[in-house]
């Protein structure tokens, strides 16, 4: 699968089967995911793999939407380190280039993801803190479900040509 068929299939996945991940999948994708640009190169994007079910059942409950963690059998928490920052508040574009980077070398090498969001909402980010033992200057930002998918999904078009403005905005 080359690089353009990747990102215009990747859909988010839900269901997992009982396959484990292996670390060689892991190492990929985690690799793919620091491969992804940040502002001033400052990668301030942090992971806490999670495999261990009471802890991934805790992780689903931290959002409401979260609930598939609980099936997959590794999640990802994505963090920011504030403290590396050499370019203050741009965490939160470091981590969602380096997530969107994951997700895509996870559906190419035939696995399936879905991003969680934590970040901006606070209660969901206490509870990530709380549950994975994050110390302050790190901020939870998103989570990943992460397995061999037990479903499939086709491409989704989405190109709407009147997004998109030439030179200034138009209308
Ligand atoms: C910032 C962000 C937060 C998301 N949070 C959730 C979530 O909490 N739970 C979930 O099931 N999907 C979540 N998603 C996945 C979206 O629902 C999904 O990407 C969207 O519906 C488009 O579908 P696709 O990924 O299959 O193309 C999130 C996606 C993004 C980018």
Redesign the pocket.
């Known amino acids: 699968m080359d690089a353009l068929e990747a990102l215009m299939s990747?859909?988010?996945?839900?269901n997992y089967s009982d396959q484990p991940v292996t670390e060689d999948q892991l190492e990929t994708v985690l690799r793919a995911a620091m491969a992804a640009p940040s502002a001033g190169n400052q990668q301030s994007w942090r992971f806490i793999v999670v495999t261990d079910e009471a802890q991934r059942e805790t992780l689903s409950q931290a959002?409401?939407?979260?609930g598939?963690i609980s099936r997959a059998p590794v999640a990802l928490v994505i963090c920011g380190d504030t403290r590396a920052e050499k370019h203050p508040g741009y965490w939160v574009q470091d981590c969602?280039a380096a997530?969107e980077n994951l997700?895509v070398a996870a559906h190419a090498i035939g696995l399936g993801a879905?991003?969680?969001?934590?970040h901006p909402v606070v209660e969901r980010a206490d509870n990530v803190r709380a549950a994975c033992g994050i110390p302050e200057g790190i901020e939870p930002m998103?989570?990943i479900a992460l397995g061999h998918p037990l479903e499939t999904?086709p491409p989704?078009e989405?190109y709407e040509p009147q997004y998109v403005h030439r030179d200034r905005w138009q209308g």
Do not use: A, D, N
């Open positions: 990747r859909r988010s996945i839900r959002t409401p939407y979260s598939m969602s997530i997700l879905v991003w969680i969001g934590v998103s989570m999904k989704s989405r």
